[in-house]
């Protein structure tokens, strides 16, 4: 019982650790598709992606090759990018659901 009560508040920080993240599907040019659960994890390509947060407006998720960075505008939308290979980069379409 004491260890439950122990892991218990850790559970709780795990899962506010990256509350800011929004639910999104985005395609980012060479075929690269990009999607986020509510609070994480961020999956490319259908792999789930290591996850750095930087503050509660923006992240960053790396795999497959390239680096997604999803930044939450003001107004609370989405914006997504990535930088690839060779100095690819661009803007990432969020699709609306």
């Not at 599907?25 to 930087?54: M, Q, R, S, W």
């Not at 407006?57 to 690839?84: M, Q």
Request: aromatic share 6%.
């Amino acid at each position: 019982m004491k260890s439950l009560l122990l892991a218990a508040p850790l559970l709780i920080i795990a899962s506010v650790a990256h509350a800011g993240i929004p639910m999104l599907n985005a395609t980012c040019p060479g075929k690269i598709e990009v999607h986020a659960d509510e609070g994480g994890p961020i999956y490319i390509n259908g792999k789930e992606a290591k996850l750095k947060k930087f503050n509660d407006n923006y992240f960053e998720a790396k795999g497959a090759g390239v680096t997604i960075s999803l930044s939450i505008n003001p107004d609370g939308s989405p914006g997504v990018s990535y930088t690839g290979k060779n100095k690819a980069n661009g803007i990432c379409e969020v699709k609306q659901g």
